[in-house]
Every structure is written in C-alpha cells, then in structure tokens.
C-alpha cells in the first residue's frame, strides 16, 4: 500500500488531505481551486444524494433544474443577497462565436451561480398569480460556483456540487414551519445515515444568510475538534418576493407578497464523514453511505483452491444482495491478502469476510469489523442473519463514539480569559454568555478565530454576563474555531 498516511495527532490538516487521496475519493484538478471527484467518492455522495432525495420527496418536494448563469441585474435585484456573494462571483464577460475569433462582450453580464435565489425567484413570478398556485416545493441537485482563494478538497472549493431548495408559501407561519421541517430533514440524515451527531441551531446576525431573515443550521463536531456547518435552512421572509415582486391573489382577492425559504447541503458533507470517524490507517464508513458493505477476501494457494471458494461466495452474495447489502468479491491474484485487508481498511469497506480452504472444511468464515478491528468466526449458514445485524451494530457504534466526543467537547465557561484557555488546551464547542451585539463578536472573532456556530434551539433561557464585554446576556450560545 506504499507509504503510512500521516498520524492525525501529528498533522490532522495533512492526514485529511493524503486520506481524500489515496483512499480514491477526489483529487486537485488543473483547473483552479477545483477538483475531480473519482468513482469511489462519487459513489458516496450518490448514496447520500439517494437517501436526501428521498426524505425530500417524503415532504411533498420535488425537484426542477434551472439556469447556471444570471443576467447581474438579476442577481443584484436583493441588495443583501448580491452584496453578501459579491468577492465570491465568477462573472461571464465575453463569448466566442465558431466563425467569429473576436471576443465580443456580452450585453450584459452574467454571473455563475453561487447560489440560485435570484434566477428562481424571477421564474416564480410567472409561475405564481393566486393562492391556489402555493405552495411551490421545489428543490434542484446542481452545480454552483463560489471563487474561493484557498480551497480544501470537499470542503472548500470553487466549484461544488449540492442541492438548494427554494419554496414559496401564502402565510409567514408556513414557511417557517418549512424552514424548520428542513432543518430536521438535515438533522435526521446526519444522525441516521452519517452516523454524526449534530446541534440545531440559529445563526447570529452577523452569520445568518445574506438576504435572509433567520438562518437555522446543524453543527458538528470533528475529530480535531474543529466544528464543521453541515446544513443551512433559511427563512428568507419576503424579501425575495419584494426583490422580484412575486405577489399572490389571497382568497379574499387582496395582493400580498409571497414567502420563502431555501436551504442546502453540498459535497462539504463528505469532508464530514471523512473527519467525523476515520482513523490513520484510512476511512471508517457507516453503513448506510457505504458504496460496498462487504468484501470477501479469499485466502488460497492455487487456482483449485480459489475455485472453491469462488463458488461458496456466490451462495454468501445470493444471500446478501435480497437484502439491500453490496458485496465485492476481491478474487484478484495479483495482490496478496495483506494488501488487500490494508486497502480495504483505507477505504473504509464496513465489513471484511476472509474464507480460505481450511474455512470451508469447517464450514466457517472470519468476519473483521472496519471501526473496531474485532474479529470473529461465524458460520456459513449465519452470514445471511449475523451480517445484516453486524452493519446495524456498527452504525450506531459509530453514532455513539462520534456522540461521545462531541459531548466531551462541549465546555461551559464564564469569563474570558477561561475561553481563551479553553480553545487553545481542549478545543471543540465552547458554552458562553454573549452580550448579543456584532461588535463583541466580530471582536471575539478577530482575536481568536473562533465564531458563534450557532445559538441552540434548546438551549436555556439563562440571565448571566457577556465573557467579552461584561454586559448582559440573556442566554449562552456555542463558539468554536471551525472549517
């Protein structure tokens, strides 16, 4: 397998990158700040794009594609909007016609979607004339482009892949609760599919997104003890609606203004999985995201050998494929089955089955668990029972080791310089009073790099005193340094 991936405690930025590479999941492509994502990667996030789709279309959604460019004046119709993106817009200038080598300017510019509010809320306008057309939930997988200046793979780029709800309702109360069912929806599939706890929360002014009244998120906690924003949902209220003067006949007759709500997950959550379980020696998937569950690695020593046992793994494939599980069946005699077991460890395969000619004699097989390495002999007739309860046990394993570091990590504190000391020594979500005003936390943020991930939806009503300022609180919310 070549050389060791480097140790997480000695260098988690480069153990991150090196682990993306040669586990196959995406590489840096020539095209600036932008990157390739292979077979093995790609399979992962269609399994996480297979299992979002569906609880998107469990809530009534469906999904629509639109433009990637928009005209700027489009784009700049919600002033909030357009000035929040406006360092991160790449912008189409020019075209070049098959018989014309001139470059001739466009009549007007066009930007390459960072976000699709704007070309999609001047297209409800001519889908929307009367109560009766809302509400409108829809949601698009696409493609959008941020000019990021430094860029990490999956989890900064300037390209990325993701989907972006968008729907309009008739009442303020329905988008909320809209905005809401989505915060969960991501909520759910962190906690169910990625096997990684979350905290629900909302964003403060100064973090929310930029045309939005509230902006909601789940945050997670990485093994470094980094956080990691892996879903938004925004209530945008009717700022949209004014922006491209989408109004609505009520059931009285009288206009009124239409209200929305967007919200998104990219390909940043497969930087999460990655740094939410995986060890030095590569990926720990959960089952659910798995692309393959189960790989059989055959021990033999001839060609008569591997034949019989290429036939009792046919039976343990016909046994596990009814049953939703992917099997591969490492048969190559290329590779001995060291390397093999190193190279599925890299890739995170949940379960390893060896079976050799000694295995088939007695009937049995050796069953390895990627998260904990524990192994055992079970027998051939109990694959089809043991396995599918084996995947189960490791998913919440999973789960219940990433809950346990999260909550290890969560310290209350109660004055400044304990913060200070606190994000340096341990790490992870800090617990403090914050006085509610932007100038504290830009200032907090500018001397520590650690910013409000989010104030809790659980959390607390607590009178206490701002660590920063010495002012009142009416509650605590949760700092960390984060990707």
């Not at 809302?134 to 390209?159: D, G, K, S, Y």
């Not at 997104?209 to 470094?224: H, K, R, S």
């Not at 790099?449 to 010495?470: D, F, M, Q, V």
């Amino acid at each position: 397998m070549g050389k060791e991936i480097p140790s997480r405690s000695e260098d988690y930025s480069l153990w991150y990158n090196e682990l993306v590479k040669r586990a196959d999941l995406a590489e840096h492509s020539d095209v600036r700040g932008c990157m390739v994502i292979k077979p093995y990667g790609y399979s992962i996030w269609e399994k996480m794009q297979q299992a979002l789709d569906a609880m998107f279309k469990e809530t009534g959604h469906v999904n629509a594609y639109f433009p990637l460019f928009v005209p700027k004046s489009m784009f700049e119709a919600e002033e909030q909007n357009a000035e929040g993106f406006a360092k991160e817009c790449a912008i189409v200038t020019h075209y070049r016609l098959k018989n014309d080598p001139q470059n001739n300017r466009l009549e007007e510019e066009l930007v390459v979607r960072p976000t699709s509010e704007a070309i999609i809320w001047n297209t409800y306008k001519k889908w929307i004339q009367s109560y009766r057309d809302l509400p409108i939930l829809v949601n698009q997988w696409a493609n959008v482009v941020r000019w990021e200046m430094r860029t990490r793979l999956f989890l900064r780029t300037a390209e990325f892949l993701w989907q972006e709800g968008h729907t309009a309702h008739a009442t303020r109360d329905e988008a909320v609760e809209e905005t809401l069912q989505m915060l969960n929806v991501y909520a759910t599939f962190a906690e169910q599919y990625m096997a990684m706890p979350v905290i629900k929360g909302r964003k403060t002014e100064g973090e929310k997104f930029p045309g939005a009244l509230d902006t909601y998120c789940i945050e997670a906690m990485m093994q470094d003890g980094k956080a990691l924003q892996a879903g938004t949902s925004h209530f945008l209220g009717q700022n949209f609606a004014k922006a491209f003067d989408v109004q609505f006949a009520g059931k009285d007759g009288k206009l009124d203004y239409v209200w929305g709500t967007s919200w998104g997950v990219s390909t940043r959550l497969m930087g999460a999985l990655i740094m939410a379980h995986s060890d030095d020696d590569g990926l720990i998937l959960p089952p659910k995201l798995a692309p393959i569950h189960v790989v059989v690695v055959p021990i033999f020593r001839n060609e008569d050998e591997l034949g019989r046992i290429a036939e009792k793994v046919k039976e343990i494939t016909a046994s596990l494929k009814p049953l939703g599980l992917s099997v591969k069946f490492d048969n190559r005699d290329t590779h001995k089955p060291g390397f093999k077991f190193a190279e599925w460890e890299l890739k995170g395969v949940p379960v390893r089955i060896a079976i050799g000619p000694r295995d088939l004699d007695n009937g049995t097989v050796e069953v390895a668990r990627r998260d904990t390495r524990e192994k055992q002999v079970i027998k051939l007739e109990e694959v089809s029972t043991r396995i599918p309860a084996l995947l189960n046990e490791i998913q919440d394993s999973i789960f219940q080791r990433a809950l346990t570091f999260r909550n290890q990590h969560i310290t209350e504190v109660n004055s400044y310089d304990e913060f200070k000391d606190v994000l340096e020594t341990k790490g992870g979500f800090i617990s403090a009073h914050w006085d509610g005003t932007p100038e504290t936390e830009a200032s907090i943020k500018e001397e520590t790099k650690a910013t409000i991930r989010c104030i809790p939806l659980n959390a607390k009503s607590e009178n206490g005193i701002c660590i920063y300022s010495g002012k009142k609180s009416a509650g605590r919310v949760l700092f960390a340094r984060a990707y």
